[in-house]
C-alpha cells in the first residue's frame, strides 16, 4: 500500500507565503513524476504544478514566477514553495505521484488534500 499525506495548508493573508510538503510512504519501487493540484469549490481540480524525477518542471500559467515545485528524491517528498499568494490561490490543494511497481505496472496516487485560504 501507499499513502501520500500532505502538509502545510492554512490561512494567509494575500502577498503571503506557504509551504506543503508531501510525503509519500508504504511499498514504493519507482516514483516518476510528482505534482499538486488544486480545487477551488465549484471548480474541477486543476494542475498547479509538477515535477519529473530528473527534476523538470511544469507550472501553471496563474502561478508562474510565485510558486516553486521541488523534490527530496531520497525522501520520497515533494514539495511547492508559494510566494505572493492571493485570494485566487485558495482552494484545496492535492499531491500527486505517478509510480511503477516492481512489475512494472504503473498508477498513479493522490494525496487527502490540504486546504490553503488566502484572504484579501
Known amino acids: 500500500q501507499v499513502q501520500l499525506v500532505e502538509s502545510g495548508g492554512g490561512l494567509v493573508q494575500a502577498g503571503g507565503s506557504l509551504r506543503l510538503s508531501c510525503a509519500a510512504s508504504?511499498?514504493?519501487?519507482?516514483?516518476?513524476?510528482m505534482g499538486w493540484y488544486r480545487q477551488a469549490p465549484g471548480m474541477q481540480r486543476e494542475l498547479v504544478a509538477t515535477?519529473?524525477?530528473?527534476?523538470?518542471?511544469n507550472y501553471a500559467d496563474s502561478v508562474q514566477g510565485r510558486f516553486t515545485i521541488s523534490r527530496d528524491n531520497a525522501k520520497n517528498t515533494v514539495y511547492l514553495q508559494m510566494n505572493s499568494l492571493k485570494p485566487e490561490d485558495t482552494g484545496v490543494y492535492y499531491c500527486?505521484?505517478?509510480?511503477?511497481?516492481?512489475?512494472?505496472?504503473?498508477?498513479?496516487?493522490w494525496g487527502q488534500g490540504t486546504q490553503v485560504t488566502v484572504s484579501s
Open positions: 500527486n505521484a505517478d509510480m511503477t511497481s516492481r512489475s512494472g505496472l504503473g498508477r498513479a496516487y
Open positions: 515535477i519529473t524525477s530528473g527534476g523538470s518542471t
Open positions: 508504504g511499498t514504493i519501487f519507482s516514483i516518476n513524476a
